[in-house]
């Protein structure tokens, strides 16, 4: 027992020294312009914006004393009334972060709330097809294959670590917005899902189960 314990807490230490501060230029980003507005959200048609676009985030600090800033500005970003979003990564306002937004359609009144070093830990092989589309990818939509369920990790502005399962269309926003810290864009996977395998269920609803998942 000692030992598995000891193993525990060898781990989660090791998560914890991953997440570090902003740099100096992260914070001069957070700060620049009004900071009472909006960031500025990037373009995968600009080389520059696609370049952090494909950079993989890395954790943040939960306690960093800009992160609220930051999330206050992405959400701004998101709720742009010129174009509007249910999600949102911090590489898309230029902060290759692991922090994203999200709206719970899942909870009463779909809020919106705000996750810190988010993972997927568990996938379910049962998918739903639906439409997506990207702030960072305007006027762009496609069809993908998500999976229906999804097990998440996060962590709070306490550092505390927080696990849920969400399943349906809330699902498909956690797995975009990670795709993000990733690197990757949702015509990524589109590209990745056409050699892809797909079996239909028989009821006829827009599920399918999909033989082998590649992360």
């Known amino acids: ?21 902003f740099t100096p230029a992260e914070k001069r980003l957070i700060l620049a312009g009004d900071t009472a507005k909006m960031m500025r959200v990037l373009n995968y048609t600009i080389d520059a914006d696609l370049k952090v676009l494909n950079t993989e985030s890395t954790d943040i600090d939960p306690a960093d004393p800009l992160l609220p800033l930051l999330a206050r500005r992405m959400f701004l970003a998101m709720r ?10 911090a590489p898309q306002v230029g902060i290759s972060r692991n922090a ?36 960072s990818v305007p ?16 962590q709070s502005y306490d550092g505390a670590h927080h696990h849920e ?9 956690f797995q975009h917005e990670t795709d993000h810290l990733k690197g990757f864009l ?10 892809a395998i797909a079996l239909p269920l028989p009821q006829g609803i827009e599920l399918f189960i999909r033989p082998q998942i590649v992360r």
């Open 1 to 21: 027992m000692k030992i598995l314990i000891l193993v525990a807490v060898g781990l989660l230490s090791g998560y914890q020294l991953t997440a570090q501060n």
């Open 80 to 89: 742009d009334s010129a174009n509007s979003g249910v999600g949102i990564a």
């Open 100 to 135: 994203i937004w999200v709206q719970r359609f899942d909870k009463s009144g779909s809020p919106f709330e705000f996750y810190i070093n988010p993972r997927i830990t568990k996938y379910t092989i049962l998918n739903r097809k639906g439409g997506e589309g990207c702030l």
């Open 139 to 154: 006027e762009e939509r496609g069809l993908l294959l998500r999976s229906y369920a999804i097990l998440i990790e996060y």
């Open 165 to 173: 399962l969400v399943e349906d269309f809330t699902s498909v926003i």
């Open 186 to 195: 949702f015509p990524d996977r589109m590209r990745e899902q056409q050699s």
